[in-house]
Every structure is written in C-alpha cells, then in structure tokens.
C-alpha cells in the first residue's frame, strides 16, 4: 500500500488531544487543533493530576524528547506515602510507595493548569483558540468540522478530544450517554506556607491522604510542592539541569500555579444544597466546612483557609458502555467517549494512552502499512476494551458513586468500618502490604 499523507483534525485542546497532536506532529503527520478557549491561560484549574507510568510512557512517546525532560521538571515532589486517615486523623493505614528511582516507574502529581502549558509548548502553528466545534460533515473519504464563528476544517480524519460533553460524540454516537455518578466533590486549594504545614502530620505532608469521614463524608489531600517559588522563580537546590529548563520554559509565565495543599471533600449528591452547582467562593467553601464540621480541627482550619477563589464544585459523571460500533474518518479519544469518576484517579492517564495508542496507528496509516479507516478500527477495538473497564472499576472505588453502600443510612457505617478493616488488616501484614503496593503499580501501569 502506498503512503498517504493525512491531515487529522483534533477537537479539543486537553491532555488527550493535544498529546496527540505532539505525536503526530513529530511524526511528520499533518494536524491542526481546534478549542474553545481563546487563549492558553483561559479556563484552567490548578488541582493535581497524578499522571502513572501509563500517562508518563504515553507523554513519552509523542512529546519531543526536550519538552518531555521539561514535563518532568515541572512534576511537584512525587508522593512517599499513601495514607488512609479518619476525619479525626486517626491512622487506619500508611503504606510506603516507591522510591522515585525511574521517573516514568511511579506517578508524577502535576498540576492540571502546569500540564497544559506543558502541552501547549512549540504547539502555536498547531492550535487555532477560540473555535468553538458545532457539527461536522462526512462527504466521500473528507470530512468537515463546522464552528460557531462560521469558519470550518476539512481533513481526513477528525478525532473528538472533546471531553465529557463532547459535541462530536453527540452528534456522532448519539446512543452514548453520560451519566450523573451521584457524588459531587468540592476541591480546595490552601497555600502551603509555615502555618499550614504544621496543621499536617509528615506522613501527610510527605503523601497522598484519603479521608473516611464519619457520617459518609470523604476526602483525598495532597500536599504539591514545586521547584519554583511563589515568584515563579527557581527554587534554591533544584538540580541544574532541570533549573535550566525550567529558566528556558516560557510555559511558567502563562502558570499561576504554586505550592498548595488540594483538599478535595465529597459524598452522595443528596448532602448537598440543591443549588451547589452555583455556589462560588465563600458560600461555596461554608459548604465544605459544614459537611466536615466533626472533622478534626487541624482538616477544618485548612479548609477556613483555602484560597476561596479557587473552590469548586464538581458533579461526577460516568459514561455507559457502549457496544463497538463501525469505524469511520471520525473517531473520539479521552473523556468524550469514556468518562469515568475520579475513583482511581485513572481519567487523564486514560486519555494520554488512547493519544498514544491512535497516533500509533495513524503513524502505520500514513506510512502505507494499512489502510486509514484500518488503523482506526484497531484504535478503537483496544480503546474500548480497556476504556470502559476503567470506567467500570473507578466507579466501583472509594465512594465517587452516588449509591456506594458508605452512605446508606444503616448499612453506611458498617460499609464504612469494613472499607477501612480492609486498608488497616492489609497494612498490618507484611505479604498483605507488600500485594497491596505491587497491585497498586501494576494498575498504574508500572512495569515490572
Ligand atoms: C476532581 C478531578 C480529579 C481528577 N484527577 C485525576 C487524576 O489524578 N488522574 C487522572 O488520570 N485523571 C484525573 N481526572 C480526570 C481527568 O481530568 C480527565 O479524565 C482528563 O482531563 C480528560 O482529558 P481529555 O483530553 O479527554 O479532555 P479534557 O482535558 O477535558 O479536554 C477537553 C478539551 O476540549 C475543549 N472543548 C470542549 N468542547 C469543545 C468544543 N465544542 N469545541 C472546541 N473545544 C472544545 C475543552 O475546552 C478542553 O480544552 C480528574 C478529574 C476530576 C474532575
């Protein structure tokens, strides 16, 4: 089969997307992004992200070698610890994790806002701001994608990276529903300074949280500390090659993001005010505090000093499975086809492999190697195998579904006790610990 140049048209400049456009831009692949935003700094959130090994191989894969090295640079120190407290602070369990030997072996916490600056980095040619995607065209083997400024794109394949409220997927695959989870999740974000820092025990400072709160209520903290300072500018004893790139990296200057506590507390939807969705600011952080109120007083102080700016509601939602169905010159990646709940914390890493896996086949597509709609089918046969198992598994976890048995009314606090027996036996026993913390790895996608 001869080779055939190809131009591929990306909706949405995410995590997914643009790790894609990266790959195939590298690979000498046509490619142009679409977003709605209208500009790099618009829309962003600075919560963490963990991005596995299955995330950090896929960056790797597609960033250019020099602006992967970057990525790492910008990753906040890397979690010692994974924690599972009470709302009173009591320890159920503390497992150590890895030693960060190999950086692509462990999970990197980053911030969401820092990893699209990353991945908006070289990417100007690229990514065309402020094109917000309607409805697209199918016409012979083209294809054509309208925006509401009136202006369009024709290319020989579009891939939706469009989110959980995809309009492609709408248009596309209108049988795939998202659904409410049930849970809503308020995230905070308290500035690490002196004061702050002394509200956490070291095991907390040093890792990542997850809090089972009387009554249902959860929470996962993480502690993120960067190597610049709360000027931008790099910190004393960061290692030269990374303070190198970090001077270099114009990326810092579009980035806000500094050293934080994110406390992010959640439950079933039914405890919240109806209007939550709406609340912002101080109303919306009293609503934090109220649902924590028999919280030990060090988790309420951090919470009376979150930066009230930065709280946010998030409604939880979850894709339903969808039967495979005949490939075509469009295709989705990411969250606009398999949204999942936060509960494995698998989301973003899940997109960055769908972006690697695609661009693999498009890179085998434009060389001759099989057909376009070929490499397509392929694409999507593996993606929605292990896209909506991950979707299955993270509903299942720690409580992001509405109907978890923690917050029923009787049964809720013996589910409760059972979850945390369960974390406090397996820390307690040497071959319990040690299959815990492999088990861990090997879902993140560490290879062994
Ligand atoms: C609280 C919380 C914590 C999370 N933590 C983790 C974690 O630790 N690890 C993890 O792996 N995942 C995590 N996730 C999930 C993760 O954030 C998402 O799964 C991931 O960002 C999905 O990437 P994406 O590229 O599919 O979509 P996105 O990154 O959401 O990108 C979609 C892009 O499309 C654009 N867009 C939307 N509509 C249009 C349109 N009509 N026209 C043009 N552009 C459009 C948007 O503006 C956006 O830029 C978390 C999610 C939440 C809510």
Redesign the pocket.
Known sequence: MPARPIHVIV?????????LAHGLRRAGISVAV????RNRSD?LLG??????PT?CRALRECLPPDLFTTFLATTARAPGYFNVLTGQLHRTASFALRPDADPTSIDQSVS?MTL?QVLLTGMDDVVHFG????HYEQHDDRVTAY??DGTSATGDLLVA????????RRQYLPHAKVRDAGSI?I?NKIPLTEQTRALLTEEMHRGISLIFGAGGVMGVLHVMEFKWDQCGSVKPGVGVTDARLLAQWPGLLFDNTRDCINL?VWSAADRFPPDVMQLRGERLAEVARDLTRNWHPHLRELLRRADVNSVIP?K?ATSVPVEPWPSSNVTL????IH??T?GR????????R??ALLHRQLVAAAAGAKPLLGGVADYESEMIRYGFARVADSLRTNGTNGDDPIYKPVIGRLAMLAARGYFSVTSRLPPLRRRFVDELYNYRGAET
Do not use: Q, W
Not at 131 to 134: A, D, E, L, P, S
């Open positions: 909706i949405g400049a995410g995590t997914g997307g643009m790790c679409y977003e709605r935003y829309g919560y963490r992200v963990g991005v596995n995330g969401r699209r094109k917000t995607f309607t925006f509401s990276a469009d989110g959980t409220h995809s309009a492609v999740n995230a992010i998030i939880v990646l990411g969250d606009a949204t999942m936060p914390g698998v989301g973003a890493n899940t997109a960055l769908d972006a």
